[in-house]
């Protein structure tokens, strides 16, 4: 999941939030990147094998589907699907959820943000260039 955290030194108002994705459809998707510590990788996939119930709660609840987390070399690469009317106020329910918050303890020292600097994110968020949709245009 990603977040920022006090163990690992960034600006202090960090956004949570990725841009909105354009209006228009009913799912919204984000994607994002961040690099993956190497000294942490074991301690990540390890997490990440059993990620907490509680999280995969808040998550759900929160709209959040079709979440998947890639690996190549020492990248992370998030994706996941938003069906909800308010990213915003969504993303702040995630960020606000005790357990979350507590699992981002464990989670954000094995990352290292990739993100421009002064961006205010932690994941580098990633621009839609193309999609195949189910339907043929």
């Known amino acids: 999941m990603f977040s920022p955290t006090a163990a690992v030194p960034r600006p202090a108002a960090v956004d949570r939030r990725l841009p909105p994705a354009p ?6 998707r984000y994607g994002w990147l961040i690099r993956l510590r190497p000294e942490h990788r074991e301690t990540y996939l390890r997490l990440h094998a059993a990620v907490w119930p509680d ?3 808040t998550l759900r ?9 890639f690996l190549h070399g020492d990248l992370l690469f998030g994706y996941y699907e938003y069906v909800g ?10 960020a606000d959820d005790p ?7 464990l989670t954000d020292p094995c990352q290292e943000s990739v993100a421009e600097p002064g961006a205010g994110h ?7 260039v193309w999609h195949l949709s189910e339907e043929e245009s």
């Open 122 to 128: 932690w994941w580098a968020p990633m621009r839609e």
């Open 61 to 69: 609840a929160a709209n959040i589907r079709n979440y998947s987390i």
């Open 55 to 57: 999280v995969e709660r």
């Open 85 to 94: 009317e308010d990213h915003d106020a969504d993303q702040r329910r995630i």
């Open 99 to 105: 357990r979350t918050q507590e699992w981002w303890t």
């Open 23 to 28: 209006k228009g459809r009913d799912v919204q």
